[in-house]
C-alpha cells in the first residue's frame, strides 16, 4: 500500500487555520463550562450590555442594576467573551473559506462542505445564544457541545479533501481494507455516542457524582435513577447552573459515561489491534497513532477521578476527545476514499 505525492488545494492552509481555530473555540468552551462561566454574561450577544464586559467599578454598578440576580464577576465575565469571540472569528474564516471556495469552483474542489460548513456554523451560533437565553439547559448544552466537535470534524475533512492524497492500494490488498471499513466506522460512531455522554455529564453537573474508583461512593452498583437522568424532555428553566437532578440521577449520569468508556476502549481497542495485525505500513502507522490517543483519553478520564477533577486534566480529556475524534474520521476518510491499483 502507498500514498500518493499530495496535490494540495487552494484554500488547504486557510482550512489548516480554521481547523486550529475551531480547537481553541473547544478548549476555551471547554474551560468556560468547567469554571461555570456559561452563564458570566447573563444576556447576548453583548456583556451586561457591554461589546466586551465591565471593568470599572461606575460600569460594574450599573450592570448589576440593569441585573439584580446576576452579579458581575470578573473570573467568569472574560472567558466567555473570548469564547464567544473566537467562535465568530471561526465564523469569519468560514466566510472566507465558501468564497474562496466559490472563486476556485472547479472539478475535484470541495464547494458543498464549505457552504454546508457556514450554515452549520451560523446554527452553533444560535445554540450558544440559547445557552446563555435558557439558563443552560442541558439539552441546548449537549447540543452545542457537540455542535462544537462536529464543527472541527468537518474542518478537518474539509482539509484532508483539499490535502488531494489518498491512499493507492494494490489489487491484493484491496479487501483487507474493504474489511476494515465497518470496524472503522463502529469506532467512531462509538466514539460520537461517548462524546455525547460526556456533554450530557458535565451538562448535568454529573462530573463528580462519583469521586472514587473503581467503585462509585463506595458501591460498584449504586443506587441510580436513569429515568430522571436519562429524560431528555425535561422542562426549560428556570436556571440550571450547578445542575438541578438529585443524587441518584447524577449517578445514573456518571456511571453511563463510565460504561460508554469500556465500550469505547473495547470498540475502538478492537480496531486498533486489527489496524496493527494488517502488516501494511499505512493501516499500521494509523493504529499506532489512534492506540496513544485513545490510551491517554482513558488515563486522563481516571485521573479526573483520581485527582479529583483538577482544572488542566478535564480540559485537557475534552481536548485529547477531539483528537480521538479526529483520527477516527481520518481513519474513515482515508478507508472510503482509498484507490485500487492493479
Known sequence: MTETSSQRKPTFKLACFAV??????????????????GLGCPDW????????WPTTSED???????????????????????HRYLATSLGVFTVALVVTA?????????????????????LQGMFGMWTVTLKLWPQVVTAHLLGGFTTLSLLWLLVLRLNNSPWRIAAGRWQQLQSMRSWAIAGLL?????????????????DVA?????????????????????????????????GNLDNDARVAIHMGHRIGALFTLAIVGALIV?????????????????????????????????????????????????????????????????????
Open 210 to 242: 462519583c469521586p472514587d474508583l473503581p467503585t462509585c461512593q463506595g458501591q460498584w452498583w449504586p443506587d441510580m435513577d436513569a429515568g430522571n437522568g436519562f429524560n431528555f424532555t425535561q422542562s426549560i428553566g428556570p436556571n440550571y447552573l450547578g
Open 102 to 122: 466559490v472563486r476556485n469552483r472547479r472539478p475535484g474542489q470541495p464547494f458543498k462542505l464549505p457552504l454546508f460548513l457556514l450554515g452549520f456554523i451560523i
Open 45 to 52: 450577544p453583548g456583556c451586561y450590555g457591554h461589546v466586551l
Open 60 to 82: 460594574v454598578q450599573v450592570a448589576e442594576q440593569a441585573f439584580p440576580d446576576a452579579p458581575v464577576e470578573h473570573d467568569k465575565t472574560w472567558p466567555e467573551m473570548v
Open 20 to 37: 486550529l481555530l475551531a480547537v481553541f473555540v473547544i478548549v476555551l468552551g471547554a474551560f468556560t463550562r468547567l469554571v461555570d462561566a
Open 190 to 206: 462509538m466514539v460520537i455516542v461517548q462524546i455525547t455522554l460526556g456533554g450530557w455529564t458535565t451538562s448535568n453537573y454529573a
Open 274 to 342: 486489527r489496524l496493527l495485525r494488517s502488516g501494511q505500513a499505512v493501516l499500521v502507522r494509523q493504529g499506532q497513532i489512534i492506540g496513544v490517543v485513545l490510551v491517554v483519553q482513558f488515563m486522563l478520564g481516571l485521573s479526573n477521578i483520581w485527582f479529583s477533577f483538577p482544572l488542566y486534566v478535564t480540559v485537557s480529556h475534552n481536548a485529547v476527545g477531539a483528537f480521538l475524534l479526529l483520527t477516527l474520521v481520518t481513519l474513515n476518510f482515508y478507508l472510503r476514499t482509498a484507490q485500487r491499483t492493479d
